[in-house]
């Protein structure tokens, strides 16, 4: 099994910065993308960036430029480096990854979630 725990959530002032830290453990060989995903209380999760164990990267529109995805596969842990918080992005963010050799490039390991809040 793979465990996935995300830290750094916490409540910032629209224009801020904060950065979230997720850290992987268990049979992490199985692991493949890594992605970040976010859910608000009346939005489905959406994902908002993500990390190939090549280290490409992809972003949604909405966060583009704004947030940067890091991945250290040595270590198994990925980061989401967030500036220009805007109110938008209050959301419960998570870290999922995707299993190596799944032809549909689903999200099957999922975090717990930790709850950013940007204020006006």
């Known amino acids: 099994q793979v465990q996935l725990v995300e830290s750094g959530g916490d409540t910032v002032q629209a224009g801020g910065s904060l950065r979230l830290t997720c850290t992987i453990s268990?049979?992490?060989?199985?692991?493949?993308?890594l992605g970040w995903h976010r859910q608000g209380p009346d939005h489905q999760r959406e994902l908002i960036a993500a990390?190939?164990?090549?280290?490409?990267?992809t972003y949604a529109d909405a966060v583009k430029g704004r947030f940067t995805i890091s991945r250290d596969n040595t270590k198994n842990v990925i980061h989401l480096q967030m500036s220009s918080l805007e109110p938008e992005d209050t959301a419960a963010y998570y870290c999922?990854?995707?299993?190596?050799?799944?032809?549909?490039?689903?999200?099957?390991?999922w975090g717990q979630g930790t709850q950013v809040t940007v204020s006006s």
């Open positions: 990390v190939t164990r090549d280290g490409v990267v």
């Open positions: 999922a990854a995707v299993r190596r050799w799944d032809p549909t490039n689903s999200y099957h390991y």
């Open positions: 268990g049979n992490t060989v199985v692991i493949g993308t």
